[in-house]
């Protein structure tokens, strides 16, 4: 029996990675929203990681974790533009 891989969870990194290049480079609004799509990607790609035929639940779990920082510094980016 073969493993697939998640996917899902991949897009959720991607998604993480683009929010603090969005946050870094002056949109942080856009990185902000980017964040939000990328944790509950996260969460889902946890959950179908639960089947035996799929792998990548350490995969989601990062994914998780960096969608969560992601956030966080979304949300101090928009308090910068806010404030400055």
């Known amino acids: 029996m073969n493993q697939k891989r998640g996917t899902i969870a991949t897009f959720s990194i991607i998604a993480a990675i683009g929010s603090y290049f969005l946050t870094f480079s002056g949109h942080p609004i856009l990185g902000l929203i980017t964040g939000f799509v990328s944790l509950p990607l996260g969460i889902i790609g946890l959950v179908i990681a639960a089947s035996p035929r799929v792998s990548g639940s350490i995969i989601s779990i990062f994914a998780i974790l960096l969608g969560a920082g992601a956030v966080v510094v979304g949300i ?8 400055f």
């Open 76 to 83: 101090l980016g928009v308090f910068g533009v806010i404030l």
